[in-house]
């Protein structure tokens, strides 16, 4: 396995002003690599200010004045040629636009894979090739290399397990991987801090992580759709509904089932004498199922919209450990083709919470095997 | 190749310039020998200033640049309960500043442009109101180069009674300027778009036309502009204003629009798809737009940056990012023909070696983005590359 990597070929870096990326920028450029940087200008953080609930100036989120003039600063410090590129269409139809309506449909949308596959390492990786880069790289913890055995390329897990990134990049295609380069894969936090010192990006070395949806201040979803649609001249439509148990014994009525998430127990509206969980949210009739903590778990999952990583396609059925959401720990599994574009994942232990909307990432060892959207 | 954004200051104006730094260094206010000194040089320059534009030297104020004359015009001579009328493709620091004062009870009327970017003075008539007090229209757009017909509104302008002010920061040193032909009251043009350096501008104000001034204090160009002049900038602008206005005579400026049109036709005969933004419409001889379907002018300008060779597209919005143009949009362009669209524009520093290289560059750099843009998913890397 290798990662393909030559000596001083142009390479693309796609800066978004925190410290991983500008480091992965200082790297390469010490290597010897012609480095371009690169920012996505995805979305106006000030479009929705003034709208209720959201803030006027927001300060250290993506895209915002300050990220694109640290990431303006360290391509200066680094003497690199360094452009920002306005993506802010693309993103708002390909992101925010399914986000809010994965939302409205009572699903719970995780928009940075989306912004992964539509945007970073689709549209910029267009960019990087037209002007002469033939590789992209980022500031994600991840690996990826080529197998010769298997003739496909492969993501892995980073050497940092705690900053792994990987469930967000599953929907990679063989040609994307192919053109990426994660320089951070085999480096812990601690040293690509100590590595931004070392070059001279002493600020940025200190700059906490950014954790939330960069479009969503604050991490207030349900003010951001309200402020989204009310900037679109759009009506919030009515989903408000009934609040039942799997029973079907109604309970009481919920505002909307954009405010709810599967596994919620806070902000429901009910009393009763158990703790109560949201198990399921039915778009359709408008109803958010209820019920005690144990019923939360699931012995299987479907997922659709797949995508293959380290097999070409899954032919038979697979051991694999699962990972249904971002801070979950994967659990055994094994997953057998559904459907022409559908898997069906037995989990050896139920699980809790499992979530429409979320992507479910396929794991063998450290490599990921696929993944796909949770139906 | 980007002059219509900034130009060198010729060797010609950092010459005169130089004194300024090192002997004549006083406060033109003041009144011993080197402040006289001083106040003589601002006086030398505002007379080459007033040549270049057809006026009295009392008419000229000199500005910090384009943005604060713009400004001074429009917030200077309206108040609560006017109107204004200004066009769709008028440069940021008249539509920004249009939209600040309609916040302040101001009405203003906004008219559209034609396909080749002209604005038609019949609308300009038709949008008179009893209570219009100003007609903001540049002369020549920093797009597309598109030449507009300031005479014929500064005649409805004064038919009307209302004051007309014109942003000729992109005519100023390309076309002959005459503020009485123009028929207008207030006039801006900006240094560095003509040879002198950033940060100094001036201001046409008919005599008899009232200003309430920008900036507050001392009685600096006679209470239209308070703060000590800027000697060096004020200088060169005036250094720069006579040779721009000995270019008209002199061939630099059909030197330039030779250049212009050999690039333009040398372009589009080597590009298909391609054509010329604002054709069929009079324009200043420096500046080509051209639209090159299929390829995103933001690659292609990045593109050709890293090979060494500077264009423009739109207007960069606070990140640097490239916002769709204004200016073509309301000229009806499709979003896929302004988005494959970008600035050529030139100054008088320009040679044939620039333009053969761009020659060079852009045909290849063009057909690159063309081949790569739709098919690039289908052609994976060659494994263990």
């Known amino acids: 396995m290798r990662n393909g990597l030559q000596k001083s070929e142009t390479i693309a870096v796609a800066m978004s002003g925190g410290v991983d990326s500008s480091t992965v920028a200082a790297m390469l450029r010490a290597d010897g690599h012609t480095v371009v940087g690169l920012t996505m200008q995805l979305w106006n953080q000030r479009r929705l200010s003034g709208h209720e609930g959201m803030p006027e100036q927001v300060q250290g989120r993506c895209c915002s004045i300050d990220d694109v003039y640290d990431a303006r600063r360290v391509a200066e410090t680094l003497d690199i040629p360094y452009y920002v590129v306005n993506h802010e269409e693309r993103f708002e139809r390909d992101v925010v636009r399914p986000f809010v309506s994965e939302y409205l449909s009572g699903r719970t949308p995780i928009p940075c894979s989306l912004c992964n596959n539509h945007l970073k390492f689709d549209q910029l990786l267009i960019v990087a090739r037209q002007i002469g880069a033939d590789r992209i790289a980022t500031g994600h913890y991840a690996r990826n290399e080529f197998c010769e055995r298997r003739q496909r390329w492969i993501l892995k897990r980073p050497a940092d397990k705690a900053k792994d990134q990987t469930y967000f990049l599953f929907g990679l295609t063989q040609d994307q991987l192919s053109r990426t380069m994660f320089p951070l894969g085999e480096m812990s936090k601690p040293e690509v801090r100590e590595q931004a010192r070392q070059k001279g990006l002493n600020v940025l070395a200190e700059k906490p992580d950014s954790q939330e949806i960069c479009f969503v201040p604050g991490g207030d979803y349900k003010r951001f759709i309200d402020a989204y649609l009310a900037d679109q001249g759009e009506a919030l439509p009515d989903t408000s509904g009934e609040m039942v148990t799997t029973s079907g014994e109604v309970v009481g009525r919920h505002g909307g089932i954009h405010n709810f998430t599967v596994g919620q127990r806070k902000g429901l509206g009910v009393a009763t004498g158990n703790p109560l969980y949201v198990l399921e949210i039915r778009g359709d009739k408008r109803q958010v199922v209820v019920g005690g903590g144990d019923e939360l778990l699931s012995p299987s999952m479907r997922v659709k919209k797949l995508n293959w990583v380290s097999v070409p396609a899954l032919d038979a059925p697979m051991r694999v450990q699962s990972k249904i959401r971002h801070r979950h720990e994967p659990a055994w599994a094994t997953i057998e083709m559904a459907g022409p574009d559908e898997v069906l994942a037995t989990f050896d232990a139920p699980q809790r919470a499992v979530t429409p909307g979320q992507a479910a990432v396929f794991y063998d060892g450290d490599e990921v095997v696929g993944g796909g959207w949770i139906a | ?385």
């Open chain 2, 1 to 385: 190749m980007d002059s219509n954004a900034t130009t060198p200051v010729l060797p010609e104006v950092r010459d005169a310039m130089r004194p300024c730094f090192e002997e004549v260094f006083g406060n033109a206010s003041s009144i011993h020998y080197f402040g006289r000194q001083a106040r003589a040089a601002v006086e030398r320059a505002r007379d080459c200033v007033a040549a270049l534009l057809g006026c009295r030297a009392a008419e000229v104020v000199f500005t910090s640049g384009g943005t604060e004359g713009d400004d001074t015009a429009l917030f200077g001579v309206t108040r609560p309960g006017d109107h204004i009328i200004t066009s769709a493709i008028e440069h940021e620091a008249v539509l920004k500043s249009a939209h600040v004062l309609e916040s302040r009870c101001v009405e203003v009327t906004i008219v559209g442009v034609d396909a080749r970017g002209l604005i038609d003075p019949g609308d300009i008539r038709k949008a008179l109101r009893p209570n219009t007090r100003l007609i903001s229209v540049m002369m020549a757009n920093n797009e597309t180069g598109v030449l507009q017909p300031v005479e014929e509104i500064g005649r409805i302008a004064q038919e009307a009674g209302v004051l007309f002010h014109t942003d000729a920061v992109q005519a100023a040193g390309k076309v002959p300027i005459d503020v009485k032909a123009i028929g207008c009251h207030l006039l801006s043009i900006s240094g560095h778009k003509m040879h002198a350096p950033q940060g100094i501008g001036a201001l046409f104000v008919s005599k008899g036309t009232l200003l309430q001034p920008l900036l507050y204090g001392g009685n600096h160009e006679r209470r239209r502009r308070a703060g000590t002049e800027n000697l060096p900038g004020i200088v060169g602008l005036g250094k720069a204003a006579e040779l721009a206005l000995a270019g008209f005579t002199d061939g630099s400026v059909e030197r330039i629009r030779a250049l212009r049109d050999r690039l333009e036709q040398d372009l589009l005969s080597q590009v298909d798809e391609s054509g010329v933004n604002g054709l069929g419409a009079p324009r200043v001889p420096n500046t080509s737009n051209l639209h090159l379907d299929h390829v995103e002018g933001e690659a292609l300008i990045i593109a050709l940056d890293l090979k060494g060779l500077a264009i423009s597209t739109g207007a960069a919005c606070s990140s640097g990012a490239v916002e769709p143009s204004h200016v073509l949009t309301a000229m009806g362009l499709k979003p896929e023909h302004a988005r494959a669209s970008f600035r050529l524009s030139l100054g008088k520093h320009s040679t044939e070696a620039d333009i053969d290289l761009a020659l060079g560059l852009v045909p290849e750099t063009v057909a690159r983005l063309r081949e790569l843009s739709p098919v690039y998913k289908k052609q994976p890397l060659a494994a263990g590359r």
